[in-house]
């Protein structure tokens, strides 16, 4: 974070804007059904941003080079398979959390890595799934404890004057990139052949 802290700060800022832009075109279009316009913004703004600051943060903990462009790299592979893992994901999770919220944290659990398979390995959105679920056997307290520590470390970093949540976000993010990297160190997954690299 140090060495990275202000491409990661604009990373951050860049995540930011496009998870707000959703709410703020639902705001702006009363006359659309509700809540039509900020689903289509996530899905084909918000989602693909989210996916490729995940995959920046992961080169930064690599050591890779990377440049802010990479924050929208989502747009530049294979678009498709981005936002159906995405999709996918959400409703599994959301779905999850209808029934007594436990299997919603299972769920969010299970398929954390989702992102990272993607951006990294190329995968197709259901390969990527289900490779998260393999991967993730074993490590759900240590992710369990990242989740709940991260609630605590963003609070904190709203408590510091607002802007403390930048650093906050980018501890969290830096956090859970080196924990899919040190599960895949130990057993990697081969990137695959049908995505654009």
Avoid at 25 to 45: D, R
Avoid at 108 to 115: D, E, G, H, Y
Wanted: aromatic share 12%; with cysteine; hydrophobic share 55%.
């Amino acid at each position: 974070m140090k060495e990275n802290f202000t491409n990661l700060l604009i990373i951050v800022i860049i995540l930011m804007i496009a998870q707000s832009i959703s709410g703020v075109a639902n705001s702006n279009n009363p006359s659309l059904s509700e809540g039509s316009l900020s689903f289509l913004v996530w899905l084909l703004i918000a989602g693909p941003v989210a996916y490729g600051c995940k995959w920046v943060f992961l080169k930064a903990v690599r050591g890779n080079n990377y440049e802010i462009k990479d924050a929208f790299s989502a747009f530049n592979k294979d678009f498709f398979e981005v936002m159906l893992a995405n999709l996918i994901v959400t409703v599994i999770i959301v779905v999850g959390f209808l029934f007594l919220i436990v299997p919603g944290i299972i769920f969010a659990i299970k398929l954390s890595f989702v992102p990272y398979l993607v951006m990294d390995k190329q995968m197709k959105a259901m390969d990527a799934i289900k490779k998260s679920w393999e991967m993730t056997t074993g490590h759900g307290a240590q992710i369990f404890f990242i989740g709940l520590l991260s609630i605590f470390i963003a609070i904190g970093g709203l408590l510091l004057f607002i802007v403390g949540i930048f650093p906050a976000i980018m501890w969290i993010k830096s956090t859970i990139a080196s924990f899919y990297l040190s599960v895949d160190q130990s057993n990697p997954v081969e990137p695959a052949t049908t995505m654009a690299s």
